[in-house]
């Protein structure tokens, strides 16, 4: 799972990328300008959704799903290394 804290820091990189302003990202995103100052420096405990998808799309930006394995191998890890013996 994605942290607030490595959102922050990939939203701050590509603002900083396509050298945009805050308040152009506020405008683009619309959400407001003390918000993203907040996110940005890492004054924001949560976001709501909503609004994390709005910045992420303004910056061209998604979310993506996946299965939660917390860098453990998978049972298809462990059968196919298995089967490399």
């Known amino acids: 799972m994605e942290s607030l804290e490595s959102i922050r820091a990939a939203i701050v990189s590509k603002r900083k990328a396509f ?4 308040q152009d990202l506020a405008r683009l995103s619309h959400v407001s300008l003390p918000t ?16 994390v998808v709005r910045i992420l799309a303004a910056l061209g930006l998604e979310l993506h799903l996946r299965e939660a394995n917390h860098g ?14």
């Open 19 to 22: 050298a945009l302003r805050q």
């Open 72 to 85: 453990r191998p998978t049972l298809d890890d462990l059968t196919n290394e298995a089967g490399d013996d």
């Open 36 to 51: 993203i100052k907040a996110l940005e420096q890492g004054r924001v405990a949560e976001l709501g959704f909503n609004k």
